[in-house]
């Protein structure tokens, strides 16, 4: 296996299509976002990037099914604009691999000659919030204006920490492919799979892009995806990670 | 020295063998019982690989002499089919290693025409099993109802941490070339050498291959396992890895 | 993107310059010298140098316009000699990538023939320090007399535990490579940016460079600076880095 | 800089020399020894290794001078036998970087036509010891017996966690490459720099080596390397590693 393996699914014409990612973060509110257009656009798998920097790891289906990690590209043909939607299981799990991933994702964004990128996050407060704003970072000044009239808000500096990971380089190593690219991040507890963070951060996507999309199924889907999440922090927490465990190297490093 | 070397002991002809792996991992269960059937059934050793993704260190033997760490492939010709048995002391100490580690041992698969892999472990529950089940995940939906006539069993995303190091890439990348495979998953506490659990993973093992097996020395093994073991975990506890420590490094890193 | 890139931004005749560095470090010591050198002195940015060893991560700038994490060449012609100023956001995450980043600014040193390389940082006391002195090192013995002329300290064996990343190298390297250079480091309490310790290497290199330079706006400079490395600490407490957090990954390391 | 890079100092004809490595760890029992050796022979240096799998800084010398992270090889002529010394700053900090640098040291051995290795270095036993034993490992059975007449222990499976970094992997890798290789281990505290337990193999490396060396200046030349290496385990309580702290890496790691 190659460092970064893209597998191509489907074949498909999109007309300079909008790239919108939801990789695993804060709150999974991109995530759950970028799935739940998915479902309810019935968008369809076109590619599948497989790469040594994800965890060395398969997934376990509901039935028993095992995958590798992976990321994966969505499709869908819209009225008003084409829609290409990156999600997956798992950031890099290198220093290296973030860079080496997002550059494969550009290359797939370029190849359908993507004209604008959304990527999608959470912004951790610590604490619970009611009524959850959208921040905004981009990529192009010019970009401001006209994210300020979605209600997306800009604040100095923030965040102070920066953006780590997919949703922070595809705006810097996008700029430099001249791309414009818009980072949009839903306040968020970070504490808890947040639909409601979700629902602020689609609603302005949907503002965006001109479409619309319903949000019923979000809070179900939150449940759901609540659930994964907490056994994965259980057996964070008792370092139970089945069958093999770093036990043996742990003396090591 | 390449990052990874493979060194042909003896040639061998197997007509499609099975490949059952057993690399260290929670409770030593899939070690134990790869260790167990190697010596049961008279395997021979045909190949052994190294690498620099393994600890850098040397394995002491029982009569002062050193050899590196290793992982290793035996063969032993049967009645019903061919093993493969695939065991090592270490599984990968760097994340790209366990994908390497594991494209490597699927190519000796391969040349050999295996035809299927299991793959063997503990299923970590943090408390004293009393009579542990053996979960099982596979890369083929086809082999779910096969196995659960062994008594295997199939819980809903269980393990939700998906599985880890070689026992899960051996079913992804094995699936992306082909290759049926199949994880067994002892219950254990993950504390101690578990030899009920790996009595339990063998008992259907020996069932999927219609082989039969003496379990008698399976205790007195994991007790021997266990000193091995508790001596690592001591001496992780105080710190005293013997001779060249980190000791200088870590105000570094 | 190549693991280190080079960005030419402006084309200069430099004679003989000599490279002033002051990269991220204890108290920030360095760092706000060199900003506040390219301030007073008008230097005008001539390179940026990306590369994969940086963090993952953008920056977001005041306005929410984000940018990659980068070093940054500035140069100003003087009238006693010609300077290059070497500042950035960050040192590398990844150990080779001290080693290939410092080569990679000592090749642009050789570029503009540098005749001798400053490298500027703090000395962590762990306590409050009322007049910081300033010790120094160097790769070439001949400059020890000379620099204690400007009244640079020089401690049997301190700093004990080496000189760390680019401040360190530059001179190990450059050594190497036949060029002086100097490690100044203000003694500093290691715990908030320090405009007392900046201004007591700034005045050493001051005299050793023959020039004049405005001290009046460091500690305001110094106030700003530590806003913004608060939030950094913050976040790091809370682990509330924004947007892709590697959440996923810890249980996994 | 490439990752590994030899730098012949002086050229030497040697005679099937013994090559005696004495790198930093537990109690730098070997590297106490190593040192000793060359200063009481009079060894001249032949060889520096330079790497960027070292730690990625600079020592700074008694005064003010800094140079690379280094290991070195120093060279004597003898009445019985040649031999070769390995002495040095640091281990490798990375994993590879323990079996590259192993296999670039095991080069410069084969160039010279060692015929034998001894790696020294301490058995950490987390007390106080007053009459340090030296353990023995050996990657050839035949020199089991030979070690025990000069008095060398042997404990069924001591180490049990292995012989990490150089000191093991010369064994491993030198046995591979077919040259005889012991390594000697001093029982040792483990908590200081420890000149019983470096006599303690210094008096069996003498009779296996069939010389004579002073032992008089050994415990002074501990007290001297206690007093760095003290400096450097207080820096690394305090956190407080002078110049470029990773400080605002952390949050990221």
Chains 1, 2, 3, 4 share one sequence.
Do not use: W
């Not at 095992?66 to 008003?80: D, L, P």
């Amino acid at each position: 296996m190659e460092r970064i393996e893209v597998k191509e699914i489907k074949q498909v014409e999109l007309e300079n299509p909008v790239l919108v990612e939801g990789l695993p973060g804060i709150g999974h509110v991109g995530k759950l976002v970028a799935e739940h257009m998915i479902d309810e656009l019935g968008a369809e798998k076109i590619a599948e990037v497989y790469s040594s920097h994800f965890p060395p790891q398969v997934i376990v289906l509901a039935n028993g099914l095992v995958r590798m990690v992976r990321s994966e590209f969505y499709a869908v043909k819209g009225e008003k604009q084409d829609l290409l939607i990156l999600v997956g299981d798992h950031q890099s799990a290198t220093n290296e691999g973030h860079y080496e991933l997002t550059d494969a994702y550009l290359d797939i964004a370029k190849r359908h000659n993507v004209r604008r990128i959304y990527t999608l996050g959470g912004y951790g407060l610590g604490q619970l919030v009611e009524k959850p704003a959208v921040l905004g970072a981009v990529n192009n000044e010019a970009l401001i204006e006209e994210m300020k009239q979605y209600g997306v808000l800009f604040k100095e500096n923030e965040p102070g920490g920066g953006i780590v990971g997919a949703s922070g380089l595809l705006l810097g190593l996008g700029g430099l492919a001249g791309i414009d690219a818009i980072c949009l991040m839903g306040e968020t507890s970070g504490y808890l799979v947040d639909p409601k963070s979700a629902q602020a951060v689609l609603s302005i996507l949907c503002k965006a892009l001109s479409i619309d999309i319903n949000m019923q199924a979000l809070e179900e889907r939150a449940k759901d995806m609540e659930k994964i999440v907490a056994r994965l922090r259980e057996m964070e927490q008792t370092g139970m990670h089945e069958v093999a465990s770093e036990e043996d190297l742990r003396y090591i490093r």
